[in-house]
């Protein structure tokens, strides 16, 4: 293919490169940044490779602002007009025994020999404004086929680092790319070493992973890779439902509902856990029909051990597990109902429930599942409308306060707070008003 055309840098790139240059060094930007604008968008990071060693390159900014970032490892960040750059000597990895980090890296003075350590063709080209492009595994021509594919031997690539099996079906589902058949086929073969990468890494991993628009495909072509991750999940693969209300096994109605959500990393993994309790509540009426019930509260209980092992944060946890519990519950476009559901659930979780329900209807069968899409609708505008009102559905909500009960006569304590909560309940079942005269006679009323 022809040599891609001269890429427009910042200028913060441009100094450190001109910099370094000037010094008498090479210097070229290399592997995501590169990837990116060949891919026509715009960086999140610009990384630059140099033939600096790394005490060169602290001689080279001394004017500017610079931290010993990885000495080891050759990594100088150097900041430049308020922005952070990461500038790496060019090096060779030494062994790697824990299956994730090099013992020990040795500089050199090839970029051929960096370029040639890096994992993936597409993540292996560099660039300088004044020596133009270093393409030496033809990384520009897989990016243009869509192709993912290693450097060099892809066993040696993921037994060098086994999170770059992860990163390999995370690239395949963010940009939509196919993995190159060796390189699938070392992924497949390898996908055990996951086991040797720690559960934080691996948690960031999947969960890009899970909000990439290729998901479907690359959770059904590596269900292998994903049982080492989440062993839960395997006794979902092939599991017919055998109910009228699906025409998919439980794995393939998993992945299906994990596409049709929008891509937030809870809604996603909601979607990804809240059926793996089915295998285990499976039961078949004597009409042949199966049966799961309980499923939530044990996808639940599956989904919050997940969490605390891939150490998701407490919030997030949170979020997930509810979402998981009460995707099935039944919901109706009633306004007293949808007032409970806020106050049990608070406005984000009771949307993304919604998110969540319509997701695994859109997964089942269509002809069973349409009115109950129709009947969603309904619901969401009715939500829509009620908080236009601005409804009270918490006591914080309400236009009086503790306070006022006290002046009216209440003496402090837990009577307040209780009729508080009996106010609230009057005003969610549209009992009473939120208005606060009309609440103030009715305290007055139970008061005096």
Known sequence: MAEPKNLSLPGPVETALSLLEAGGYEAYVVGGCTRDSLLGTVPDEWDITTSALPEQTLEVFRDYRTIETGLQHGTVTVRIDKTNLEITTYRVDGKYEDSRHPDAVTFTRSLSEDLARRDFTMNAIAYSPTRGWKDLYGGAEDIEDHLIRCVG????????????????????????????????????????????????????????????????RVLQDYRDVFAVILPEMEPCFDFEQHNPWHIYDVYTHIAKSVE?????????????????????????????????????????????????????????????????????????????????????????????????????????????????????????????????????????????????????????????????????????????????????????????
């Open 153 to 216: 031997d892809p066993e040696t690539r993921f037994t060098e680092d086994a999170l770059r099996v992860l990163r390999a079906l995370r690239f395949s589902s963010v940009l939509g790319f196919e993995i190159e058949g060796k390189t699938a086929n070392a992924i497949h073969a390898l996908k055990h070493r996951i086991n040797f990468v720690a559960y934080e890494r691996i948690a960031v991993e999947l969960l890009k992973l899970l909000c990439g628009k290729n998901v479907y």
């Open 260 to 448: 049709a959500v929008r891509p937030e990393p809870e809604l996603r993994l909601a979607m990804l856990l809240h059926d793996i309790g089915k295998p285990e509540t499976f039961f078949l009426d004597e009409k042949g029909i199966g049966h799961f019930y309980g499923h939530p509260a044990v996808s639940a209980r599956m989904a919050d051990s997940i969490a605390l092992r891939l150490r998701l944060s407490n919030a997030m946890k949170k979020e997930v597990t509810t979402l998981v519990e009460f995707h099935d519950s039944p919901l109706e476009p009633d306004r007293k109902m949808l007032r409970r559901r806020l106050n049990k659930f608070g406005k984000t979780t009771l949307w993304n429930l919604l998110e969540v329900n319509r997701a695994d209807l859109s997964a089942q069968n269509p002809e069973k599942a349409g009115p109950q899409l129709d009947k969603l609708r309904t619901i969401e505008e009715t939500l829509e409308l009620l908080l236009r009102e601005n409804p009270a559905f918490k006591v914080a909500d309400l236009e009086v306060d503790g306070e006022d009960l006290i002046a009216l006569g209440m003496h402090p304590g837990p009577e307040v707070g209780k009729l508080l909560k009996e106010i609230l309940e009057k005003v969610m079942a549209e009992e009473l008003p939120n208005d606060r005269f009309r609440l103030l006679d009715y305290i007055a009323g139970k008061v005096l």
